[in-house]
């Protein structure tokens, strides 16, 4: 096997145990005997448990990020906020084990990750905002609430893997619509806020 397949390899299975066990718990020694080599040669692509772990979170924030940018770069707003919700949903299904590491206990890997995404879809919603009269500055506001709904409905979507992916995008994609489509260009609350004691 050459040194790139072996590397390939060994982020599989890396990110495999990582699913499966989270980071504290997966052992150098795992990921080598189910690769079937000697922990110096996980050691010598990875130089330890940390650089392979980095490798499979960047990998996978690196692969959602670059679908979701890629599906929301045309369309009309709804066509745009369906494709997202969708792509999203279907990275949880079609990529368990990579978004079981991100879920689980990485520390800077489903933050950065949902930041990210945020960061491009605000970016959208900006100019839609924009276009519609509304203040742009807020659409990170509205961008990191509807990542952050796909996200934890995605997570809970994971034990219970019914109803179907598109189904779920579309019951999201209605709630966040519907908020958005009547959405007021100066929002305010209808009650008083509570004074701090």
Known sequence: MSGTDRRAQLVEIGRAVFAE?????????????RAKVSKPIVYGHFGGKEGLYAVVVDREIDFIVR???????QGTPRERLERAALEFLTYIQDHPEGFAVLWRDTPAGLPGLLSDVADRVGAVFASEFRKAGFDPKTAPIYAHALVGMVTFVGQWWTKTRSPKVEEVAAHIVGLAWMGLRHLPTKPTLVTEPRKSR
Do not use: H, L, Q
């Open 21 to 33: 066990r989270g980071f504290d718990a997966a052992t150098i020694e795992e990921i080598a005997e």
């Open 67 to 73: 679908r979701i940018t890629e599906v929301i770069s």
